[in-house]
């Protein structure tokens, strides 16, 4: 059995998020920002481009290393790669419950569309 999030039920398999999520031509592959202090992978964040803007498509930090900062300094990274590219826009989402990524985001500078 797969795992399981709690409000999207079963996790992609690796085969379905590669295809679906890194094997498509919006990924941008230099836009992918790693947390590997040492030899561990501790965190990520994945930016794809659009023509009018880039997304940060997802984020993850292992649980050990949440509320440390992680989330934040791989976001920073790939906002400062977007920016060096000339993107003049970046977008994210996040749920609507996850106070932590929506304090994140602020301290970023990402506002609500309006």
């Known amino acids: 059995m797969r795992p399981r999030h709690p409000e999207r039920g079963a996790?992609?398999?690796?085969?379905?998020?590669?295809?679906?999520?890194?094997?498509?031509?919006?990924?941008d592959p230099p836009g992918v920002a790693l947390a590997l202090p040492g030899d561990r992978w501790v965190g990520m964040t994945v930016l794809s481009r659009h023509p009018q803007h880039a997304l940060v498509e997802m984020t993850g930090v292992v649980r050990d290393r949440h509320r440390k900062g992680v989330s934040s300094a791989t976001k920073a990274v790939g906002l400062r790669y977007a920016a060096e590219q000339g993107v003049r826009r970046v977008k994210t989402f996040h749920h609507p419950a996850?106070?932590?990524?929506i304090e994140?985001?602020?301290?970023?500078?990402?506002?609500?569309?309006?």
């Open 11 to 27: 996790f992609h398999t690796r085969k379905e998020y590669r295809s679906q999520r890194v094997d498509v031509a919006s990924i």
């Open 98 to 101: 996850d106070a932590a990524a």
């Open 104 to 114: 994140a985001n602020r301290r970023l500078g990402f506002v609500d569309d309006s």
